[in-house]
């Protein structure tokens, strides 16, 4: 199973660094989604390396790492929906719950709250996102809907691995967490396949950029073509 999240891990990691140094538009939205597939990144490693070796002190930024996926979600389909959308204070309080996780762990150690903040983190984002950003191309609701699936599906395969893991002794005799990262590798290849082929989410995101123009535009447009002739 460690292989398989060293191998999601590779492929999160360098679908992350291609989204950063994306130019294509809308350059915020691609950054902040590759921001998410570095999380995931780090994530899969971690989780590959408490498999084979649970007492490393690195594994104490696991948890951090799936407190930032709802947040990150959030600001990137922001940034894809609204094309002035800036990171500003407001936006900002968006990470105060990892914060908030640093800082309880830094009091009050390991425990099962942990996992408690971790799934309400991820399905208050998942309402959020359902919620509060409404784009409008079709591509964008397509992609909306995909992150808020994810989200959900994170919630209940977290509880569970959780609930399987009180009968087992370690992480790597986990059935569900075999599923998991087996889903998880198979959604990463897809994305980078199919962002290739200038297919898949990629392309619903970018389609803000070919929207069908209004009635006013085209009406615009025509005035000043007739001005010119």
Known sequence: MSTLMFVSAALAGLFGVYLITLKAEPRPAHRWLGAVFGVFAIQSGLSGLQIISPDQPILWLRPLTAMLIGPLFFLHLSAAANHNFTLTLRTALHL?????????????????????????????????????ISPVV????????????????????????????????????????????????????????????????????????????????????????????
């Open 96 to 132: 105060l719950g990892p914060a908030l996780m640093v800082l309880t762990r830094l009091v009050i150690s390991d425990g099962w709250y942990l996992d408690v903040m971790i799934l309400i983190s991820v399905t208050t984002y998942a309402g959020l996102i359902a919620w509060q």
């Open 138 to 229: 079709l591509g964008q609701q397509k992609w909306k809907r995909v992150v808020v699936a994810w989200l959900v599906a994170m919630a209940i395969a977290d509880l569970i691995v959780g609930f399987e893991m009180i009968a087992l002794a370690s992480l790597d005799q986990s059935i569900s967490m075999l599923v998991m990262a087996s889903g998880l590798l198979i959604f990463f290849a897809y994305f980078l396949l199919a962002s290739l082929h200038q297919e898949g989410p990629l392309a619903w995101i970018a389609t803000r950029l070919r929207a069908t123009p209004t009635d006013s535009d085209l009406r615009l447009r025509l005035e000043a073509h007739m001005q010119e002739i």
